[in-house]
């Protein structure tokens, strides 16, 4: 059984950083693209950002994060992390790491083996 436990959400100010961290239990998960999407309450989940299998050598973000938003993985911690920098009131939402088994990278929730439990990202003015 495949757990994912993200942690580092919260309140922060328009313009502030925060950093996610999505560990996994029960499996080692070097052989999985990881991601991240966001949620609001009665919308479907976003795709935010992934990072390959393996290295992590490639990357994937939606349009809207691209140049503040990291996605990178800590093999040695069985761990994906997104930094978020820059941070503005639009990127308030529920997020969710998740983990897709294989080469291809993080795209649709369909494709996802795994979930988090979503922390929640406040960003007042």
């Known amino acids: ?19 996610l961290t999505c ?45 503040r938003f990291g996605s990178s993985r800590d093999n040695a911690l069985n761990a994906a992390i997104l930094q978020m920098d820059n941070l503005k009131r639009e990127d308030m939402d529920d997020y969710y790491c998740t983990a897709r088994l294989g080469v291809g990278i993080v795209n649709l929730p369909d494709e996802c083996d795994h979930w988090g439990r979503g922390p929640r990202i406040t960003v007042s003015s």
Do not use: H, K
Request: aromatic share 10%; glycine share 18%.
């Open 23 to 67: 560990v996994a239990s029960g499996r080692i998960l070097t052989n999985y693209s990881m991601g991240w999407f966001c949620q609001s309450p009665g919308n479907e989940r976003e795709f935010v950002a992934a990072v390959g299998w393996r290295d992590g050598a490639r990357t994937r973000y939606a349009d809207s994060v691209r140049g």
């Open 1 to 19: 059984q495949v757990e994912l436990v993200e942690s580092g959400g919260g309140l922060v100010q328009t313009g502030g950083s925060l950093r």
